[in-house]
């Protein structure tokens, strides 16, 4: 029987007979299991990037594997992952760093959602089979510095913030089959994907407390050839940060929407379209 063949007004659909069914739609929620965050110091907190995790409904998942956190063998429990930075280097030899980066296999292996932020960006690469090292002439981003997000990029993220927060003194090469979604200047791999794991050399992570932090714990790190001068720090985020911020959140709303949904009668994964 169909409906577009006939005159029947909506009153009309009312008197249908019972054989004749509307479709059924079956509404679909996100994915709200926890995040799984990484940190690699006792007083290092997951910053902006926690806090608009949290408003978006997840919990978080703390672990430190540095101080004897075990890492999940599966993310079948969680809805993400995100790795964070540290003053370690992805090079170290240290048992947790080698752990952390044969664990992101996992999320490889599983296509589930993964970030690296700083250190995580360069153990992701290094677990791909990039080179992960130091500049060649000493030189270090320290403070903001201007970023060119690719085509790539741009489809992830529409704007782009012209400059971003840095702390390092290592960078790596581009993974093969990596996606470049930004470049910069002294270490020309900004931000890459590879599958759903993202991989970001820059920090959209910082709050205006942990700049505080870091600019007074680390101020000798400002020494450092190509760093900026702690001033530089706050001047630059006045002008800055508030499209990095609004940046942030776009990606992770993006970022998210990868996310399985979940099919809230049966409780079935099924892949966002």
């Given amino acids: 029987m169909s409906l577009q063949s006939t005159n029947m007004g909506p009153d009309d659909l009312l008197r249908l007979p019972t054989s004749v069914s509307p479709v059924s739609i079956v509404p679909r929620v996100p994915d709200l299991r926890p995040v799984l965050i990484v940190l ?73 959602p993964f970030l690296g932020i700083c250190l995580g960006a360069q153990m992701l690469a290094a677990q791909l089979g990039a080179r992960v090292a130091p500049h060649a002439e000493g030189r270090a981003q320290i403070g903001y510095y201007p970023i060119r997000p690719t085509t790539a990029g ?35 791999v900004e931000a890459f994907r590879t599958g759903h794991a993202f991989g970001f050399q820059f920090h959209p992570d910082v709050t205006y407390a942990m700049m505080h932090r870091w600019t007074t714990r680390g101020h000798a790190r400002m020494e450092l050839p190509g760093a900026r001068p702690r001033h530089d720090h706050f001047i630059d985020r006045a002008v800055h940060d508030l499209a990095e911020r609004a940046w942030l959140r776009d990606f992770l709303d993006n970022w998210l929407a990868r996310m399985p949904l979940i099919m809230p009668d049966a409780g079935i994964a099924q892949a966002a379209e």
């Fill in 154 to 188: 741009r489809a992830i993220c529409a704007n782009w913030p012209e400059q971003v927060y840095h702390w390092h003194r290592e960078g790596f090469d581009l993974p093969v089959d990596g996606e470049l979604l930004a470049e910069g200047s002294d270490f020309p």
């Fill in 40 to 112: 690699h110091q006792e007083m290092s907190t997951p910053g902006r990037v926690g806090n608009a995790l949290r408003l978006l409904g997840h919990r978080l998942d703390i672990r430190r594997p540095r101080f004897g956190d075990p890492l999940p063998a599966t993310l079948e429990h969680h809805a993400g992952a995100v790795i964070f930075g540290g003053p370690m280097s992805a090079n170290d030899p240290d048992d947790y760093v080698r752990r952390e980066i044969d664990w992101i296999a996992v999320p490889l292996k599983e296509n589930r």
